[in-house]
């Protein structure tokens, strides 16, 4: 018998093209992803109540992508899954997917992938394929290809450049890519068009926090989906996994470090320049309403909060083709917390040790993460952040 190649088209989403966009943008972060679930819960519940048509999130935001346990949770809503539902995976299996490597096994990585690989076969689907119609809306994965020495961006939106080579990759497997996080996890390998590459987590890149890529890839006509760039015509909500600036103290501390104390290190503030970069970028080119947590983001960092864009918008620079003089090319949410004693203290959190939830595979604070993210959701989550974009 000759094996016939199944045709893939990508998620079947009925898009009114006379609505506007919305698009959902999710940092990494590991275990530390129950944060931004625990924001998706409240923003699952408002838009939900709006109209009883949208039965998940993956009904109303038209593009969803992430970057490792970003990448996870995006899948999983892509699939169809309530945030309920991938918040008792985070409580009842994070321990499970953090599982130490055995003794000769940690000199490669700290975590046996094995647990994590066949949890993410069972929630995604293990013979589900990238380009699947049972992915309910378009979905963009944040990867770093070793071979090549570049990121990859892997979309199901079958406009794509790639999506013929992509499409018949299991969505387990890029998510697993995704999630390789040097010292944590070891690098993952698969076929792309019939080559194979070795792939690390997409948080050793600038994109850790997707949001900037997530909207070139939405608007850049070459990219594919070539949606349209105004304020008016694209929203787009991205959540973080809480950021932390604390320095190592005391002073001197990092003269003892070894190898790996030093690769641990580089992964963590990687991540968090990361978001700082990507923030200050949103802040640019986008109308942000609240722009109060990417502040603050920029205040630890030491960076200029930008507050004056009004002068740097009105340069000739910035006129486009129809002769509007803004960069505001869409509607910017951001919702994160710092991780420090004064900000936790505003929060009612009193009791949480910032430095004991800062590291990504912190599983002994599984409840204080919850709380965190309930506190956020609670101060900076509103109903107004999607008035004009809630239209079926």
């Known amino acids: 018998m000759i094996a016939t190649k199944i045709a893939l088209t990508g998620p079947k989403k009925d898009l009114n093209p006379d609505r506007p966009k919305r698009i959902l943008s999710l940092d990494g972060g590991g275990i530390r992803g129950i944060v931004a679930a625990e924001v998706l819960l409240a923003i699952e519940t408002l838009i939900l109540d709006q109209n009883k048509g949208w039965n998940c999130l993956a009904d109303y935001f038209d593009l969803i992508g992430g970057n490792s346990t970003g990448a996870l949770i995006a899948a999983s809503l892509a699939k169809g899954l309530r945030v309920r539902e991938i918040l008792d995976l985070y409580k009842n299996f994070g321990r499970e997917m953090f599982t130490p490597n055995w003794f000769f096994g940690r000199l490669r990585a700290k975590y046996n992938p094995g647990p994590l690989e066949r949890k993410l076969q069972e929630v995604l689907g293990a013979n589900t394929l990238f380009g699947s119609d049972e992915i ?158 990417v502040n603050r983001e920029m205040i630890k960092a030491h960076l200029p909060l930008l507050t004056d864009l009004k002068s740097f918008k009105n340069k000739d620079l910035s006129t486009n ?72």
């Open 136 to 293: 309910k809306t378009f979905l963009t994965i944040v990867t770093k290809n070793t071979v090549t020495q570049t990121d990859w961006f892997f979309v199901n939106h079958p406009n794509n450049k790639n999506f013929d080579r992509n499409s018949s990759i299991p969505l387990w497997k890029i998510v697993r890519a995704s999630s390789a996080a040097p010292t944590f996890f070891p690098p993952y390998s698969f076929q792309v068009d019939r080559k194979s590459y070795d792939f690390v987590d997409g948080a050793m890149s600038m994109y850790n926090n997707p949001a900037f890529r997530l909207f070139l890839e939405a608007v850049i006509e070459a990219y594919g989906i070539n949606w349209e760039a105004k304020s008016e015509r694209l929203l787009m909500i991205s959540v973080g996994n809480g950021f932390s600036q604390e320095g190592i103290e005391p002073p001197g501390t990092v003269k003892e470090y070894n190898l790996i104390d030093w690769a641990n290190y580089a992964v963590q503030t990687l991540m968090e320049d990361a978001n700082v970069q990507q923030n200050q970028l949103m802040k640019i080119i986008s109308k942000m309403p609240k722009p109060e947590s």
């Open 321 to 392: 083709n129809q002769g509007d003089e803004s960069l505001e090319l869409l509607t910017y949410h951001r919702y994160t917390t710092e991780f420090s004693k004064e900000r936790f203290a505003e929060l009612d959190l009193g009791d949480i040790d910032p430095k004991k939830v800062a590291s990504i595979d912190c599983v002994d604070q599984i409840d204080a993460l919850s709380a965190i993210g309930k506190a956020i959701a609670k101060e900076q989550v509103d109903l107004a952040d999607f008035v004009g974009f809630l239209a079926r």
